[in-house]
């Protein structure tokens, strides 16, 4: 299934851009928040958008340059998940909560920051505590981490 609305064919390219801008922006979000943003990090969120919005080459790099721009000049968080609220039904925005916590596990550690910000997202697009936990559950297994040492 890709990743977004449920019969992708019925909405505008410039809205596939703009909701993978904004879903670009908040792992990218996620990957700087404890001051680094390295090629794991980096080749996790490639790797997810081209997946989930079936983007590459020059559409991925254009996407994640302009994701960058975005967060280097924003402040707040509200913008970014209100795009995705509004595309995305609820399994999506459960399946972006999946993706921010793979980019926070991509370097192998879990910082209070990263966390942080998935805490506050996962309220934002209105995505249960307890389903951010099975989503981190599911990331951990698939990167073979365990829990207590994450």
Known sequence: MV????????????????????????????????????DDERETISRLLAE??????DDLAKVIEEAEAAVAD???????TRELRNDFDHE???QM??????????DGVLHDYE???????????HVSD????????????RLDIAAGAA
């Not at 989930?52 to 080459?57: A, M, P, S, T």
């Open 3 to 38: 990743f977004g609305t449920a019969n992708r064919d019925d909405v505008p390219a410039a809205d596939d851009d703009r909701v993978a801008a904004a879903a670009a922006a908040l792992m990218i979000e996620a990957a700087v928040m404890d001051g680094h943003f390295d």
């Open 52 to 57: 989930r919005f079936e983007i590459d080459g």
């Open 74 to 80: 924003s402040v707040e968080l509200f913008s970014f």
């Open 92 to 94: 999506s925005r459960v």
């Open 97 to 106: 909560v999946e993706m921010l916590w793979e980019v926070a596990y991509a």
């Open 115 to 125: 966390a942080n910000l998935i805490r506050r997202v996962t309220g934002l697009l």
């Open 130 to 141: 307890r389903e951010s936990g099975d989503a981190r559950k599911r990331v951990l297994e």
